[in-house]
């Protein structure tokens, strides 16, 4: 039971606490306090940055100046921020989990426990003892939270404290950043043509490259092959082709994919049909690869011949019609396999252009978030660094398309100003094989402390879930339980 004086003491420490809006104040007087029940070798403070990574501001109640930052999940107070639970190591020499971190060499065991608010971690105490015989349990854990559980009112107090900070932070970003947007934005906005408010936004080189090719082959009137993944922008880089350029008829848009042969032959070589409508403007014929060698003969005759023989009256129509060709497969790879007619590819690829993917150009992915996010709404909504960093991870297989859809529906689901990564929805997560070329050091570890290594491994890649986790190990959920337990990291009655 806490007496008088530590009830007294933590009251005192709570009005001290609401008074100093100063994280490295906070920090330095929590930890002190903490040192002056615990009587170990020293206390930490650290501060969980909005990126994952965490500060060390004090030790044992001094505030330090030079604050040493640990990388997202380094250390046990990036394992804690991250599983957001206590966790203890009696012998961290030997302990995968807290190889990394900050402690002097002598240190034999070491507790972190999260300081949260609303199942937020704002940041970590961590309690170094440097007995060689101490052994921490869920007592120590105990001691620590109900500490913090007295003094929810000025964390509560830091919490908006730090948030404010770090929305006027990313707000004087966003200004600067801005201001340089400003000077060297791409903006397509087709003005002719259908889907007039369409738009490609871009600041990344290889997008930039694109079009600028794009504007000088515009005044040319030969073919141009547009190709690239679903959702890149193909038929809006088209229609801008066509307003570049200084043909007066219209942009006319034949969806392939769409129609089987016959539809497609009568809507393109009919007496009304799409050549027809184009004549002495731009054709922009989507999804080629999709047409039949029919169609595909029909459509090299009109352009080698710049005339049609219509399926409807049999009539002969001279054509003036430039032909911009979209694929989201490749054409060459088509030829190849004898799909796709090769006298026809050449004439098309006279200009060919490929519009990049969104993964590869991930800078242009937060400027094109917050124009699809704002777009046409009366109140603008910020996007956090929480959320851009969410965003631009992700590897967005349909690209601007799939993007826009999200950054609309965001919008829609939210409420505030303030777009933070979990009002984002959940994104699959790509698995990347990359050969790293390394050199191996050899550390000494058990075979218990390499089994613990993997399982915790295993469930911080599985975001905690301890069923998939032990699927996933091969073993049965009570098995998992059981060691997780061993280790200290669960309490027995979570069993």
């Not at 012998?91 to 060499?105: F, L, Q, Y």
């Not at 200084?246 to 034949?254: E, N, P, S, T, V």
């Not at 519009?355 to 094109?368: C, E, G």
């Amino acid at each position: 039971m806490k007496t008088a004086a530590h009830h007294n003491e933590l009251a005192t420490l709570s009005t001290v606490l609401l008074s100093n809006l100063d994280e490295v104040v906070f920090f330095a007087k929590l930890s002190g306090f903490v040192q002056d029940i615990m009587q170990e070798h020293k206390v930490l403070g650290f501060e969980v940055l909005t990126d994952g990574s965490t500060r060390l501001l004090s030790e044992s109640g001094h505030a330090l100046n030079d604050a040493k930052v640990l990388n997202k999940g380094q250390g046990l107070s990036g394992y804690v921020a991250r599983m957001k639970r206590a966790y203890y190591s009696n012998s961290v020499k030997r302990d995968p989990i807290a190889s990394t971190g900050h402690r002097d060499e002598m240190v034999e065991a070491e507790l972190c426990v999260p300081v949260m608010v609303d199942g937020c971690v704002i940041g970590t105490i961590n309690v170094q003892s440097i007995k060689k015989d101490r052994n921490f349990s869920e007592i120590e854990i105990a001691s620590i939270n109900e500490i913090l559980n007295e003094l929810q009112s000025p964390i509560r107090n830091m919490h908006l404290f730090l948030m404010a900070k770090n929305l006027n932070r990313e707000l004087q970003s966003r200004i600067e950043a801005k201001e340089k947007e400003l000077l060297s934005r791409v903006e397509i906005q087709v003005s002719r043509g259908t889907d007039d408010n369409s738009q490609m936004i871009g600041l990344s080189k290889n997008f930039l490259e694109v079009v600028q090719t794009a504007k000088k082959i515009a005044s040319q009137d030969f073919p141009v092959l547009l190709e690239g993944q679903h959702g890149v922008g193909k038929k809006i880089l088209a229609k801008k082709i066509h307003a570049w350029s200084a043909r007066k008829g219209g942009c006319i848009i034949a969806s392939c994919s769409a129609l089987n042969e016959s539809q497609l032959d009568r809507e393109l070589f009919s007496s009304k049909g799409l050549m027809v409508q184009a004549n002495g403007g731009t054709l922009i014929i989507d999804d080629i690869a999709h047409t039949t060698p029919h169609i595909q003969t029909k459509i090299l005759r009109a352009l080698v011949g710049g005339e049609m023989i219509t399926v409807d009256t049999d009539e002969k129509i001279a054509l003036n019609i430039r032909i911009i060709a979209t694929s989201k497969i490749c054409l060459k790879k088509q030829v190849e396999e004898g799909k796709f007619k090769e006298e026809l590819f050449y004439r098309l690829n006279t200009i060919a252009l490929r519009i990049p993917s969104l993964r590869d150009r991930s800078d242009d992915v937060k400027v094109m978030a917050e124009f699809f996010l704002n777009h046409g709404k009366t109140q603008s909504k910020v996007l956090t660094s929480g959320a851009i960093e969410k965003l631009t991870s992700y590897f967005w297989p349909g690209n601007a398309h799939e993007l826009k859809n999200i950054m609309e529906r965001t919008y829609i689901l939210t409420d505030g100003q303030y777009i933070e990564a979990s009002h984002l929805p959940e994104f699959a997560v790509e698995v990347k094989v990359e050969k790293v070329e390394a050199k191996v050091e050899y550390v000494e570890f058990t075979l218990f402390d390499l089994e613990k290594k993997h399982i915790v491994d295993t469930l911080g890649h599985l975001n905690g879930n301890k069923t998939r986790a032990a699927k996933a190990l091969g073993i049965t959920v009570k098995t998992l339980y059981n060691k997780l337990h061993s280790y200290g990291m669960i309490e027995a009655r979570e069993q």
